[in-house]
């Protein structure tokens, strides 16, 4: 009886979950995978939420995106690089349980108590989750000369494996030509705002390099999206626009 409580009561928490911030304004896709549903929730910006059965995995979560007193705590929390749109100690200390895995890139762990550094070309297996470091940086757009918003070898990107699905999470970057190497993508996160990451040109360059069955477009700010839907049109590739401005 009392297992049969404590199942009623997290299935009750689920439900209430899923209303709450639906209605708060945060989109969800759900797909089937080899063993459970896998929801992708899009938070915001360069910020999601991914579900798959009883697991939460937090990406890059932010407080101007969300409050995340009232989000249901990491599994795994990745990060891909330190700047603040993107690494946020405040959102992912109300998020953290005891047996939280943080994953970062090597700078952001300065500013976090405890996290597993990965470099890129790194690769964990952890509660059945494949995650594999990838390249994420500029070649053209920089500060000052000299000096890319994102130099080469410092942030990841995450390719992850969830029930057979490969998800690619490129984290800020550009059309980069490790890009050629990704193979069987699922579903890829691209950032499309200028001049931090891409302009819809390159991202559409990017999208044909990794030919996912689904693109996300996100990290895009007030860059018009319907450049890419035209650009990708007869290329076979599902670009949907979610709330991640």
Known sequence: MGNLKLSLLFTAFLFTFNINYAQMGFEKDVFETDNDKLELWFIGHGTLMFKYGDMVIHIDPVSREADYSGMPDADIILITHEHGDHLDPGAIKQILKDETLIICNKASSTDLDDCRIMANGDKLEVMGISIEAVPAYNIKHERAPGKPFHPRGNGNGYILDIGGKTIYVAGDTENIPEMKNFKDIDIAFLPMNLPYTMSPEMA????????????????????????????????GIDVRIRKLQ
């Not at 693109?215 to 450049?227: A, E, I, Q, R, W």
């Open 204 to 235: 559409a360059d990017a999208a044909r390099m990794i030919n996912p069955g689904i693109l996300y477009p996100y990290h895009f700010g007030s860059t018009d999206t319907g450049v890419i839907i035209e650009l990708l049109k007869g290329t």
